[in-house]
């Protein structure tokens, strides 16, 4: 562990823990920034030495599918963000994702999740773990009678996301933690959506929290990562599970995600406030029929997301009138945007639910889901509110114009 860090795991407050923490042990040479390692393996003094750092008795690396120090630096950057004893990071959100599920599910076992996971999650209960003879229990993501019931029947996981995407819907973390404690079960949550800097699902009662780096933590949609963090027994388990199935993150991905989780705190507050001055714009215009954000009082879980978040995100989704035809005109017009499938960014980013988070669902399945057609996930980024805002004017003032009088009011 990073002794010489632990004052800053005390005292500081997120923003400054963003930027200093997890480095100073990784620097060399007197470089203020910690340097990218591209060595796939280590040398040694001596075989003893070699042999007594392969048995852990002596800090050090062997080979960077097990570890290496600029992956070690993020790993200990988000571990301090998470307030975590420890954190193991992969190559991606997936395979963070499906790691720590394999890592405590055996066949037999029984999972409880919502609906409403992201579409590769939702795939790895549907497909993956039914395959291994694991139960996924995929619960109405509202219906706490109903997930409480599941809970208490017995699980050995429950797995939330909160936000989710990309409907974004709150669950209540602290609630189901609970439930889940009283039958022994580990409680995950993908804390992507909301980062750091507005939830911390450990202090909620998570055992262990995870990231696609790949969105905010990284920010700027040029590194794929993943993380998970939690206690120490339980990180060396799915420490061992990376180290031998293999998903380990690049050294050179790890040192972009480092410099942006360096700025995280600035983009995610600007990005949650142009989020929220947008939701109010979007909610007065007519051809929007609904607004889905957590930070205004009409969302049906706003109390829950005011307990637990001390941000509400920079992610919203609208349903527009006129369906994917209304879609395809406004992304076609918008000035300030990504037409893309990540989210997280510096820029702002457009994406229909149809071909960003649910592309794997079919038409029946999104329904069922109460994804419609017409919703649009909006990544707010980091650009000057006003321009966004005036952005999406003249692009509904478009869409307005050229969208048939038939499906106005569909
Ligand atoms: C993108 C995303 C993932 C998957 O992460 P990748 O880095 O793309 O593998 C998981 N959960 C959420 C909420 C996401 O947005």
């Known amino acids: 562990m990073n002794r010489k860090q632990e004052g800053i795991k005390m005292n500081a407050h997120i923003g400054t823990k963003s930027v200093w923490a997890g480095e100073k042990e990784f620097r060399v040479f007197g470089g203020t920034q910690v340097p990218v390692i591209m060595s796939v393996a280590y040398d040694y003094q001596d075989v003893d030495e070699w042999y007594d750092v392969a048995l852990g008795l002596k800090p050090g690396y062997t080979y960077n599918r097990m570890s290496n120090p600029t992956v070690k630096a993020f790993e200990e950057k988000i571990r301090m963000l998470e307030g975590a004893e420890a954190a193991i990071a992969f190559s991606s959100g997936m395979a963070a994702i499906s790691a720590s599920l394999h890592t405590f599910l055996k066949p037999g076992d029984r999972v409880v999740s919502v609906k409403d996971t992201y579409g590769g999650t939702n ?11 694991v139960q996924s229990v995929l619960c109405n993501t509202e219906d706490y009678a109903e997930l409480e019931a599941e809970i208490a029947k017995g699980c050995q996981v429950v797995y939330l996301e909160s936000p989710t995407n990309p409907t974004l819907k709150i669950t209540d973390i602290e609630r189901l933690a609970k439930a889940a404690k009283a039958v022994g079960a580990l409680v995950m949550v993908d804390n992507t959506f909301a980062t750091p800097i507005n939830q911390n699902p450990l202090k909620l009662g998570a055992d262990l929290v995870i990231h696609s780096a790949t969105k905010y933590l990284s920010g700027h949609a040029d590194a794929m990562g993943g993380v998970v963090c939690g206690a120490a027994g339980l990180m060396e388990k799915v420490y061992h599970y990376r180290e031998i199935n293999g998903a380990a993150l690049d050294p050179w991905a790890a040192y972009l995600i480092i410099r ?55 992610i919203l989704s609208v349903v527009l009138k006129g369906g994917m035809e209304a879609i395809k005109l406004m992304l076609h017009k918008l000035q300030y945007a990504n037409r893309a499938g990540n989210l997280g960014a510096v820029e702002t980013i457009y994406g229909p639910a149809r071909t960003t988070s649910h592309v794997e669902c079919t038409l029946e399945e999104r329904q069922a889901l109460g994804i419609s057609e017409g919703l649009l996930r909006i990544s707010v980024g980091i650009e000057d509110t006003e321009d966004l805002i005036a952005d999406l004017a003249q692009a509904l003032a478009h869409v307005e114009a050229n969208l048939p009088v038939s499906t106005h009011n569909k």
């Open 260 to 314: 942006g989780i360096k700025t995280l705190h600035l983009r995610v507050r600007q990005q949650t406030q142009s989020a929220m001055a947008i939701a109010r714009y979007l909610q007065q215009q007519p051809l929007i029929e609904a607004v889905n954000y957590p930070g205004l009082e009409t969302h049906p879980h706003h109390d829950v997301a005011k307990r637990q978040m001390n941000g509400y995100g920079g």
């Open 123 to 133: 795939k790895i209960f549907t497909e993956f773990l039914p395959r291994m003879h």
